[in-house]
Each structure stands twice: as structure tokens, then as C-alpha cells.
């Protein structure tokens, strides 16, 4: 119980980090490209409370990480407006791919702090030192995750939106009404993954990937504190 709370601990700050800043890079991007909806309802905030959905941030990924699954969530999306883009078609393919971007962003910083308390050998061998390195190691993972899972070509993931900008304008068309029940098929696949364990849907798809990118973010890492450490 006690390593299930420290966990926890570790966890939820880790993953707040990660879904705020990704939601906020969303409506950065949005206002670079001409779209002031997000700053207008106040969303350019790394105040967790204004982003933070009670189940998709705090729910679903406490369930997850206590049944043993690949550990993701969301936060309430930050609003965008398409039509108040400079160029709506390729503005919203940027837009949705600010998101990932933040969190591989983030991932790096995770692997040079790893890789500077490593080399600096800061408390070595103490508890804080393993509290900080399994923090920063779940990080790293929970951001790569993120980033990936969102490109998924999934409707309501930032992955769909970047299709949808590249495929012709009357494909196009069709593939936005699948936008509509995005948070269905979202559902859907959560009750899959759920339900039918056997199938490893997200490990084939998701997993191969995070474990390259994972790789060489923890090679970076070891760079880091090995010239520290020379």
C-alpha cells in the first residue's frame, strides 16, 4: 500500500506537468497563428484547475497505473477556433502538433536533469536521490507516451487533426464529422483496451515506438552524466 501511494505521489504531479503544458502549447500556437480564443477564456494558464478534467487527468490514469496498464489521460481541451486561424487548414494541423511537440520538449529537460543528478552524484545513494531519479524517469516516459498516443490518427486526438489537413478537401470534409463523436471512440477504445486485455492494442501500436524514444532519451542521459562525472 504505502509503494502504491508513493507511486501515486510520483505519478499525478508528473502527469499534470505533462497534460498542462501540452494543453497550453495547444493554445500557444493557436495565438501565434491568429487565434486569440484561448487567451481570451484565460487558458494560457499553467494553473492546473483550469485545465485539469477530474476524469481524464485524475480518474482514468489512477485506474490504469493501479490495473498495471500503459498509463494516459487528458485535461479539458483548450478551445481553439478554426476559423480565426491565419491559414484554418494547415493552422490547425500546427496547432494540434504543438501538443506532442511540448511533451518530447519536456521529456528532453527530464533526461539532461536524470543525466545532471547522475553525473553530479547529488545525495547519492539516499532516498531523495532514488524519490528524484524514479521521478524524473517516470517523466520521461509519461511525456513520450503522451506525445505519441496523441498522434494517434484518432479522432479526438491531435493525430486526426494533422490528418485531416493532409488529406484532399473533400476527403477532408468526411473526416472532420468523425470529430464529432471523437470523445465515443475515445470511450470505445478505453473499454477495448479494458475489456479485452488479450488483444494489446495499445502495446502494438504505441509501445514500440516509446521504447525507441525512450532508448535514446536515457542514452542522453548517460551522455550527460558521463561527461559530468569526467
Given at each position: 500500500m504505502t509503494e502504491?501511494?508513493?507511486?501515486?505521489?510520483i505519478l499525478v504531479p508528473c502527469l499534470i506537468i505533462a497534460i498542462v503544458f501540452h494543453e497550453v502549447a495547444h493554445g500557444l500556437a493557436a495565438l501565434k497563428l491568429g487565434d486569440p480564443t484561448a487567451r481570451e477564456q484565460r487558458r494560457l494558464s499553467l494553473n492546473p484547475l483550469r485545465h485539469v478534467d477530474p476524469v481524464g487527468t485524475l480518474v482514468v490514469p489512477g485506474a490504469l497505473a493501479l490495473m498495471g496498464g500503459p498509463v494516459f489521460g487528458w485535461a479539458k481541451p483548450v478551445p481553439v477556433n478554426?476559423?480565426?486561424l491565419d491559414n484554418p487548414?494547415?493552422?490547425m494541423m500546427a496547432v494540434a502538433a504543438a501538443g506532442p511537440a511540448s511533451n518530447l520538449l519536456l521529456a528532453l529537460v527530464g533526461a539532461v536533469?536524470?543525466?545532471?543528478?547522475?553525473?553530479?552524484g547529488v545525495g547519492q545513494g539516499t532516498m531523495a536521490a532514488g524519490i528524484a531519479g524514479t521521478m524524473l524517469t517516470t517523466f520521461i516516459l509519461i511525456n513520450i507516451f503522451l506525445a505519441l498516443f496523441n498522434l494517434l490518427p484518432i479522432p479526438p486526438f491531435d493525430g486526426s487533426h494533422i490528418v485531416g489537413g493532409l488529406l484532399p478537401r473533400s476527403m477532408a470534409a468526411q473526416w472532420q464529422k468523425l470529430q464529432q463523436i471523437g470523445m465515443l471512440l475515445l470511450v470505445v477504445l478505453i473499454?477495448?483496451?479494458?475489456?479485452?486485455?488479450?488483444?494489446t492494442l495499445v502495446e502494438h501500436t504505441v509501445?514500440?515506438?516509446v521504447m525507441w524514444l525512450e532508448e535514446r532519451y536515457f542514452a542522453l542521459a548517460n551522455w550527460i552524466a558521463g561527461g559530468i562525472a569526467r
Open positions: 502504491t501511494l508513493l507511486y501515486a505521489a478554426a476559423l480565426r487548414r494547415y493552422g536533469l536524470l543525466g545532471a543528478l547522475a553525473g553530479l473499454a477495448a483496451t479494458w475489456a479485452f486485455p488479450q488483444f509501445l514500440p515506438p
